[in-house]
């Protein structure tokens, strides 16, 4: 059974040779192949090239298209600033208020600034991967990405203070969102994974999220043709995860690595699927076999309900994740299969 089979097969819920199991590994390739994490972001080829040497030496059941949400702050009119082992972020915000991102104009994927990158170096592991591994394409929530145009401080006092201003700033970004989503798709991404940070505990209260978010979620989602996953960030979400099974499209949820597995399962309909449970920090600083401890834990509680990949929850691992850490994950699947019970 190969990568896809597996994934597909979770998904669905139908019978597989063990459970899928990835990491996100996109700044990692860089380490890989000895290449700047500037051109890693900057060039398609570089990119796939990275994603390539990460599943020839860990062989993940997921390949991973660009996770770079500087470039659609870029597009936008911001500025990125490159840092040496971490993947780039924002300098500068596109916008100082709600009122000045209502006046930006729309950027096309296919044009502006780095979007292409990320179209491309989809498009390019969509060739090289195609029917053998999954390809995800990671993507800002709906309710996350206005803090993309004028910082995460910005965007929640507006959505406290000024909710009709706020709501104006979610319909004027949402059909950006839909048209990359869309364009990553036609370019061969299998799932789409939606960073909603407003669903995690540590961003907004549930009220908050249930009264401003949900219902632009919803209509966001339904214009957006793929299937998808919504991720906490790394972040709780146990508090918003009731609600989340049903939005148009998402198959599952990346859940955090301090949600309770139990609670998870409890909150979700049978059929959905749960991703992650895992701590992005402990890879970097715990030993292989504290690692491999981690993931049986996380297996035995999520695997026996079948509709479970095991992953960290959060963003990319650092690059000083030793190789060991990641085998000892990677290796932790067939361990759980051969362990009494561990049927699936």
Request: hydrophobic share 45%; charged share 15%; proline share 8%.
């Amino acid at each position: 059974m190969n990568s896809y089979r597996r994934v597909m097969n979770t998904l669905g819920g139908l019978p597989v040779d063990r459970p899928p199991v990835f990491a996100v590994l996109g700044a990692y390739g860089a380490g890989l192949t000895g290449c700047d994490l500037r051109t890693l972001y900057c060039d398609p080829a570089a990119y796939l090239a990275g994603q390539r040497a990460v599943q020839e030496s860990y062989g993940f059941d997921l390949v991973l298209a660009p996770f770079d949400f500087s470039a659609i702050s870029e597009a936008f009119g911001g500025e990125t600033v490159w840092g040496g082992l971490q993947t780039p972020n924002v300098r500068r915000y596109p916008a100082r208020t709600v009122n000045e991102a209502l006046s930006l104009p729309l950027p096309a994927p296919s044009t502006a600034a780095r979007l292409p990158v990320m179209i491309e170096a989809t498009r390019g592991l969509a060739r090289c991967y195609k029917e053998e591994v999954p390809v995800i394409a990671v993507l800002p929530g709906p309710g996350i990405l206005p803090a993309l145009l004028t910082g995460l401080e910005q965007w929640l006092e507006t959505l406290l203070f000024e909710p009709e201003q706020a709501a104006r700033l979610l319909d004027h970004s949402s059909p950006f969102l839909v048209g990359l989503a869309n364009t990553l798709l036609e370019a061969g991404a299998d799932c789409l994974v939606f960073t909603e940070g407003m669903a995690s505990a540590e961003i907004a209260p549930r009220g908050l999220f249930a009264d401003a978010i949900l219902s632009h979620l919803t209509a966001t989602f339904g214009a957006i043709n793929g299937p998808k996953v919504v991720s906490s960030t790394g972040g709780r979400l146990n508090h918003t995860l009731d609600l989340i099974p049903g939005l148009p499209g998402v198959v599952g949820a990346i859940i955090g690595s301090k949600d309770d597995p139990a609670e998870s399962r409890r909150l979700t309909p049978a059929g959905f699927n749960l991703i992650g449970n895992l701590d992005n920090l402990a890879f970097a600083s715990a030993s292989a076999c504290e690692i491999s401890r981690l993931a049986l834990d996380r297996l035995s509680a999520h695997a026996p309900e079948g509709h479970f990949v095991l992953a960290n929850s959060g963003g990319d691992l650092p690059q000083n994740t030793p190789a060991a850490n990641l085998k000892a994950l990677k290796e932790s699947v067939a361990s759980y299969k051969a362990s009494p019970g561990g049927n699936t």
